[in-house]
Each structure stands twice: as structure tokens, then as C-alpha cells.
């Protein structure tokens, strides 16, 4: 049976096909769903962009699979190794893929920033690379230090550090690596209730610090109410609010008026069409349940409660409630994916955004952040260098930023183009 890979090369899929595979939504494997995505990116005109968004944010873990994959296809590697589509988190696994050739790597280290550099050097693989070394030795932004201990011949740190041999030591009778196991894989029906206690203790530190942090602005706020920025209506969505036909439901020609349930089924026809809104109704439900706290109840709900909780609270117009959401433990990446886009929050949540170490790791969180009309302007310029090539042409056509993120946007997208053209 012929791969799916096959018949987009052969162009032998319907176009509603084809818009499936460059939003990855097609049922292949992983590996196979990326060398879809990188095929279309690279060679089809119509449904390319998409691809290449979709590559943009591909899921990290599946990524890196195929980044390190020696067995991957050489046009997906050279797809990821490319400076105009390279993806951070995927390039430890790229240098060390025996696949990535010499003359790639050179090609990557003649225009490596810093960020990149210093991966690079901690690649055992790349510093056994001669023309790679000299070519990272004449790169401006190697520091001094580095230059010399290439120069002397000596890599700096491998990025995988080394597995310690297993310790054979004896503890109560028996061995250390059995006992280690015995901690890490406690008997079965006390974990779980084990790790509840220890995370709702956690959970509790959290609020704790967090509310003794910001004890002025706390006070300051005193009683205020929960006020959702840009209203009830965007909070609960515009189905919850929907126009609805009011007027009798005619029966049948030929249907009698008095059905055999008597008044009360006679009655039926005429009843509203209800709108089926389970998943407005049920964030009704917690606006309610917020509406009853206060400003310390909030800022506790921020810290320990569920995503549909924080997706709300994120929107308090109170700031130090907004904040909070962003310090909780159990937030996720793909949540803080969606706050970088929004433009009902206050400008204190996406200026609080970039300050997050593990949020900026996230291409995802960047590009929504710039691409955001509510991104004050200088914090969307500081962040543009980071994106790749072609989100950089999607932004400069986006007529919701401001003129000057469009400009810069173009102008960048035109310099990274030139500069790709010569290598």
C-alpha cells in the first residue's frame, strides 16, 4: 500500500485533502505527517504557507524524534537545519543526527547568533568538525575565551551529559538501584492520594507567596468586584446570546391540533427552538461562582483552580488577579499559547508573558504575542527577531498590527531572504 507521502507527490489527493495534510490533520504517523508537511512547504504554491505555519508550532516531542532520527528524510532534515525555518529546541538533536552533513553545519555557523552558538559548542560532534571550528572561530559573535579553547582544540561540555553507572551498594539487605526503584515506584494506592497531598501543599505555598508579595496591591484593590475585560458577552460568546425564533411551529397539513398527550402535548409545537450552549452554560456557571469571591478568593482560585477557571480569570480586570493565572503551578503551555493572542486581557498580562524563562521557549507564545494588535508596540518590536521567515511575510500583510510592525516585518522578511539567497 502505497504511503500518503506518495500520492501528495504524485498530486493524486481531492484539494480538501491536500488542506488537511498542511494542517497536519491528516492520520499518518508522526514522522510521516512531518515529511507531508515539509513536502508541501517547500513545493506547493497553493497550500505552502499553511504548511509551513503548521510546521512552525509542530508538536516539540515528535519534532525532535525525527530531528535526531538518522533514518529521517534528508529533506526534512535539511528542512529543519535551515537558519530560516530553525527551531531552538530542535537543534541539539540536528547537530548530533550523523545524517546533518559538514557542509550544512558550516552553512549554519557562518550567520549563528549567540543563542546558537552556544549550542553548538556543546555539541561533541560539531567541534570534531575542523571547517565547522574555523568557521565559528571568524563568526563576530564567538566570545574570546571560545575562540581559544577551539583554538586549542577542545570542545566545550557535550549537551548529553553522561549516565552514572548504576551504584551496586547494598542498603538493608538490598541492592541501592533496587531500593531506588522501590522510591520512585511506591505501592500501588498510596501514590496518588501521596502526590494530591503534596501538590495541594504546593498549591498552598504558592498562594501564600504570592498574596504576601503583593500586599499593597492587594489593599489597594480592596473589595473589588470580578469586571471581565471586553464584557459578558465575549466571555460567554455570542451563542449564549442568540436571536430565537419566538413564533408557533405549524403541524403538518393533515396532523390533528390535539395530540393523544392531551393539552400539555398540544402545547410542544409552540415552545422556542433552545439553542444547545452545554459549554457556555457550564463557564456561566463558574462566572457565577467567581462573581462571589473577593479579591484574595480570585487570586486563590487563579493559583489552584482548573483550566476553564483560569481561561476566565486571566480576563479579571483586577490586575493582580489576572496576574496571578500566569503563576499558577498547573498552567499549560497550550493555555498561555491562547492568552499571547488574545485581545481581551490587560496589557500588564502580555507585557507579564515575556518575562516567563519557560514561556519565551515556546515559538507558539511568541508569534501570537506579536501578532496580537494588544501587544504594546515596543515589546511586539523586541520579539520579531525571533520569528522564522515566513511569519515574518504573514505579519507584514496583517492588517490588524500597527504600520510599524508591518514595515519592520517586511523589512526583515526581505533581509532574511537576501541573506539566505547568498549562502
Known amino acids: 500500500m502505497a504511503r500518503m507521502i506518495d500520492q501528495i507527490r504524485a498530486s493524486k489527493l481531492p484539494s480538501n485533502m491536500m488542506q488537511f495534510a498542511a494542517r497536519g490533520a491528516l492520520q499518518v504517523p508522526p514522522a510521516e505527517n512531518i515529511e507531508i508537511l515539509v513536502h508541501l512547504a517547500r513545493h506547493n504554491k497553493v497550500f505552502g504557507d499553511t504548511a509551513r505555519m503548521t510546521l512552525a508550532g509542530w508538536d516539540e516531542k515528535a519534532s525532535v524524534a525525527a530531528a535526531s532520527d538518522p533514518q529521517t528524510s534528508a529533506e526534512v532534515l535539511e528542512y529543519f537545519i535551515s537558519a530560516d525555518n530553525l527551531r531552538p529546541s530542535l537543534l541539539a538533536a540536528l547537530l548530533e543526527n550523523p ?9 549554519l555557523a557562518t550567520s549563528a547568533m549567540r543563542d546558537t552558538i552556544e549550542v553548538m559548542l556543546k555539541s561533541g560532534r560539531v567541534c570534531r568538525m575542523s571547517r565547522v571550528v574555523q568557521t565559528l572561530r571568524s563568526n563576530p559573535y564567538l ?41 520512585q515506584h511506591p505501592p500501588a494506592g498510596t501514590s496518588s492520594a501521596q502526590e494530591a497531598e503534596v501538590g495541594s501543599a504546593v498549591d498552598d505555598e504558592v498562594v501564600s507567596a504570592y498574596i504576601k508579595q503583593n500586599e499593597a496591591a492587594i489593599a489597594a484593590e480592596g473589595d473589588k468586584p470580578f469586571q471581565s475585560v471586553g464584557g459578558v458577552v465575549e466571555l460567554l460568546g455570542q451563542d449564549f446570546f442568540p436571536v430565537v425564533d419566538t413564533a408557533d411551529v405549524q403541524p403538518p397539513a393533515g396532523a390533528s391540533t390535539t395530540p393523544a398527550g392531551g393539552p400539555a402535548a398540544a402545547a410542544k409545537p409552540k415552545m422556542a427552538m433552545q439553542p444547545k450552549v452545554p459549554d457556555a452554560a457550564k463557564r456561566l456557571n463558574t ?22 477557571e483560569r481561561s476566565i480569570l486571566i480576563r479579571d480586570g483586577t490586575k493582580v488577579v489576572a496576574l496571578a493565572v500566569l503563576e499558577a503551578p498547573k498552567l499549560s503551555d ?59 511575510k504573514n505579519l507584514s500583510a496583517n492588517k490588524e498590527v500597527s504600520e510599524t510592525i508591518r514595515k519592520l516585518a517586511t523589512k526583515m522578511y526581505k533581509q532574511k531572504l537576501e541573506d539566505a539567497n547568498k549562502k
Open 334 to 392: 497550550g493555555e498561555v499559547e491562547k492568552f499571547a493572542s488574545q485581545k481581551n486581557v490587560l496589557e500588564s498580562v502580555l507585557r507579564q508573558i515575556p518575562l516567563k524563562r519557560r514561556f519565551m521557549k515556546n515559538y507558539i507564545v511568541v508569534r501570537n504575542l506579536v501578532a496580537n494588535p494588544r501587544t504594546p508596540l515596543d515589546l511586539g518590536l523586541g520579539l520579531m527577531k525571533n520569528l522564522l521567515v515566513q511569519d515574518l
Open 99 to 107: 545524517s546533518i552533513s559538514e557542509t550544512q553545519v558550516v552553512k
Open 287 to 308: 462566572v457565577q461562582k467567581i462573581n462571589g469571591l473577593d479579591v484574595k478568593g480570585r487570586i486563590q482560585l487563579a493559583l489552584k483552580g482548573n483550566k476553564e
Open 143 to 183: 566570545k574570546k575565551e571560545e575562540a581559544e579553547t577551539l583554538s586549542r582544540g577542545a570542545g566545550v561540555t557535550s549537551v548529553i551529559a553522561p549516565v552514572p553507572e548504576p551504584v551496586v551498594a547494598v542498603t538493608n539487605g538490598a541492592p541501592a538501584a533496587e531500593a531506588n526503584s522501590q522510591q
